[in-house]
């Protein structure tokens, strides 16, 4: 054990040097610098497109922007797969406070705030040290998605009301619906990076490279599957970073590399800053947050308003200032900034005027301001006055959640942008994680599988090491005569080969091999995520029968590694969330073959003498139908004897009357139907089956001695290859 521990010290470093925590304590990843964008764009894409989306929501004064980008985002995707246009209608309401609730706290055994937390493997759940709920308790889409796999969400709005000022209430409400889907999760993935994180400096700031090349993939995203979730850093609103727009800015370039501007100030573009396509209709509160993630009250803020951007002072009702649509930060590397705050882009238009984002170039101090040549550049307005500017042209249309209006402590009303929809420049370097989030195409309510296995509800680390072969697997046992029909699995890493295979009818439940492959494949994921894939052909199992799901990431180095759960921090921020994880022995299992381990095995993860939850693979089911049992073939009745003569037959003796099957017995297809209906109602929606055996077979005893240093140096490495 002494030989172990500065190998786990070790692991713990390689996650210091490539893993880090932004400041509303989202898990960010450093990137290789010549990183290829992936995912080739469609060259048709039009130049300007808003994806449908449903009206703007306000998170009030709680830190859960992560979770309305996540709902966002599948809004916008379900809109898309059901044909629906929507430009900010009502069409569409899920939970936000749901899945905020799911993710950082664990069900109880009566469904009540007071009640017993239930310690079953699949009650894993981030801890918030932020308060009791975790509503003030930052996150990003793999929060969302870890949550929404495991069944919690997503549920409508009317379920689980957002209610900020009663935060007692919307706890309530989400433990008793806790366990509620009736929409299911079919995937998110991560797209590339437009800014990826390339270095963290000593002091604490980082430094990103901006990938043009990159924008495309995320139009891509929007076109086909709907609206975008992305972190980003927000400043307060008296920051010069929000731009009201300059119109008829007509001149050659100064500093930097040359332009023609004549090509790009397009002065009806610029006469109509604010055009979007339909109206935003939302009943918003009048005071919010706008920005607890970073713990800033708006009513504190010194708040810079534009007085041609103000509404009519005639209007009592008109808010009396305007937080400007247009954001830049023109200077993100010498800020180093990271991200603290969830949005949602629902579209782009390439021809939105890099002027609308433009900044004098010396400050009313009179001292130059330095701008990141990487995106910015000089140039001159028509009376001569030098501006920062962006290097491009266009624009993401974001929908933010701080809703359209919101009041400061002085009782004065102030507009959010575009009716709560903002702009940023294409050349925004401190967006980070992109990521769309889509739904089962399954009507609400009527989910595409009776019932789920599962082990795993948190984000995933990947367990890595070169020239290791890792494979992971989980053992559950049937509740029912079903067929498994798909199953479900984190992909933590790009261009990935997922490997499955599945045995049916184990005869040692502590060796997920001790049957034959019932269904073997894999298939490849351009992205990293949370995917359902569905199993070439579906595979029978009976009640109480054991089954395992076996489960390997086939890298483009050959390498294979394994989603797994862990406890451990990636550093030692105390505004990171720990892992309440729950595990059993005989539930995941671990094997691992190279020149670096001596024994080859299956080894059970509670053997590890780690910090190990479980394997993080599912197994989605349906009944199997079965037929009604056929009633029993009746007795034959007697046949004479060849009678000696035709014309005087001999009459056969009096047969028994033969068992002719009772038609008031069989039930009825009505009965039949009846009867399923209940036994999928009385049925739970996940399973947590384990082996009764916990003895370990003697091969996986061997193998755990030589695993532990092999496992303690890879569980740190979550995507920090990339």
């Given at each position: 054990?002494?030989?172990?521990?500065?190998?786990?010290?070790?692991?713990?470093a390689l996650n210091a040097q490539r893993t880090f925590l932004s400041e509303n304590g989202a898990v960010l990843f450093l990137e290789d610098e010549a990183a290829d964008p992936g995912i080739a764009a469609n060259a048709l894409l039009p130049s300007a497109y808003t994806a449908p989306y449903t009206s703007v929501k306000d998170q009030g004064?709680?830190?859960?922007?992560?979770?309305?980008?996540?709902?966002?985002?599948?809004?916008?995707?379900?809109?898309?797969?059901?044909?629906?246009?929507?430009?900010?209608?009502d069409e569409l309401d899920w939970s936000e406070a749901q899945l905020a609730y799911g993710a950082f706290n664990g069900q109880t055994n009566d469904g009540t705030l007071e009640g017993c937390e239930l310690t079953t493997s699949d009650n894993d759940y981030m801890i918030s040290d932020k308060d009791r709920y975790g509503f003030d308790q930052g996150g990003n889409w793999m929060a969302a998605s870890a949550a929404l796999a495991a069944g919690r969400g997503l549920?409508?709005?009317?379920?689980?009301?957002?209610?900020?000022?009663?935060?007692?209430?919307?706890?309530?409400?989400?433990?008793?619906?806790?366990?509620?889907?009736?929409?299911?999760?079919?995937?998110?993935?991560?797209?590339?990076?437009i800014a990826p994180f390339v270095r963290v400096n000593a002091d604490g700031t980082v430094d990103r490279d901006w990938k043009e090349e990159a924008l495309d993939a995320t139009k891509q995203a929007i076109f086909d599957t709907g609206a975008v979730s992305v972190l980003y850093y927000a400043d307060d609103p008296g920051s010069p970073?929000?731009?009201?727009?300059?119109?008829?800015?007509?001149?050659?370039?100064?500093?930097g590399e040359a332009v023609d501007l004549n090509e790009t100030a397009d002065s009806d573009a610029l006469a109509s800053p604010n055009a979007l396509s339909g109206a935003v209709a939302l009943d918003s509160g009048v005071s919010a947050s706008l920005d607890s993630d970073t713990s800033s009250e708006i009513g504190a803020l010194d708040v810079s308003t534009d007085p041609d951007a103000s509404a009519d002072a005639s209007d009592p009702d008109a808010p009396q200032a305007v937080l400007p649509q247009n954001y830049w930060i023109h200077d993100s590397d010498e800020q180093g900034f990271t991200t603290n705050h969830v949005v949602t882009i629902i579209g782009w238009d390439d021809a939105y005027s890099r002027w609308n984002f433009a900044i004098e170039l010396y400050g009313e101090d009179g001292n130059k301001r330095s701008y990141d040549p990487e995106i910015a550049q000089v140039a001159q307005d028509d009376d001569g006055v030098s501006w920062i500017v962006p290097r491009i042209d266009g624009a993401w249309i974001i929908k933010n959640s701080w809703g359209e209006t919101v009041?400061?402590?002085?009782?004065?009303?102030?507009?959010?942008?575009?009716?709560?929809?903002?702009?940023?420049?294409?050349?925004?370097?401190?967006?980070?994680?992109?990521?769309?989030?889509?739904?089962?195409?399954?009507?609400?309510?009527?989910?595409?599988?009776?019932?789920?296995?599962?082990?795993?509800a948190i984000m995933s680390q990947q367990l890595w090491q070169p020239d290791v072969q890792f494979s992971g697997a989980n053992v559950f046992t049937a509740s029912d005569n079903q067929t498994l029909d798909a199953v479900g699995v984190w992909v933590p890493d790009d261009d990935i080969k997922v490997c499955i295979d599945v045995r049916v009818g184990?005869?040692?439940?502590?060796?997920?091999?001790?049957?034959?492959?019932?269904?073997?494949?894999?298939?490849?994921?351009?992205?990293w995520g949370w995917y359902t894939i569905d199993l070439p052909q579906t595979v029978a199992v009976d009640a109480g029968q054991t089954f395992s799901v076996v489960v390997s990431l086939l890298d483009g180095d050959g390498d294979r590694s394994v989603p797994v759960e862990a406890a451990l921090s990636l550093n030692d921020d105390p505004g990171?969330?720990?892992?309440?994880?729950?595990?059993?022995?005989?539930?995941?299992?671990?094997?691992?073959?190279?020149?670096?381990?001596?024994?080859?095995g299956w080894v059970d993860c509670q053997d590890m003498g780690m910090e190990l939850g479980n394997v993080c693979v599912k197994a989605f089911a349906t009944e199997r139908p079965v037929d009604p049992e056929e009633p029993e073939d009746p007795e034959e009745p007697i046949e004479p004897e060849d009678p000696e003569s035709p014309e005087d037959p001999v009459a056969p003796e009096d047969p028994e009357a033969p068992d002719m099957p009772d038609d008031s017995k069989a039930p009825s297809p009505e009965a039949q139907s009846d009867s399923r209906a209940d036994a999928a109602a009385a049925a739970s929606r996940t399973s947590l089956a384990r082996t009764n055996d916990p003895l370990a077979?003697?091969?996986?005893?061997?193998?755990?001695?030589?695993?532990?240093?092999?496992?303690?140096?890879?569980?740190?490495?979550a995507r920090q290859r990339r």
């Open positions: 054990m002494e030989d172990l521990r500065p190998l786990v010290a070790d692991a713990l004064s709680t830190g859960s922007c992560w979770a309305f980008g996540a709902v966002a985002s599948l809004e916008s995707a379900r809109m898309v797969q059901q044909g629906i246009s929507s430009a900010g209608g549920s409508n709005e009317t379920d689980v009301p957002f209610n900020a000022d009663d935060r007692d209430a919307m706890a309530a409400a989400a433990a008793a619906n806790y366990n509620l889907s009736r929409v299911r999760l079919d995937y998110s993935k991560g797209l590339p990076e970073y929000y731009h009201a727009g300059l119109e008829n800015a007509d001149s050659e370039s100064g500093e009041e400061s402590s002085s009782g004065e009303t102030m507009a959010m942008g575009d009716g709560g929809l903002f702009r940023f420049s294409y050349c925004e370097k401190t967006l980070a994680q992109p990521a769309v989030m889509v739904p089962d195409e399954a009507p609400n309510d009527q989910p595409s599988y009776d019932e789920t296995y599962q082990y795993d184990l005869t040692d439940p502590t060796n997920p091999e001790s049957a034959e492959p019932a269904c073997s494949f894999h298939q490849s994921v351009e992205c990171f969330p720990s892992m309440r994880v729950y595990a059993a022995s005989g539930e995941s299992f671990l094997k691992a073959t190279g020149s670096s381990v001596d024994e080859e077979s003697a091969a996986g005893t061997l193998a755990c001695v030589a695993m532990l240093s092999v496992v303690a140096c890879a569980v740190g490495a």
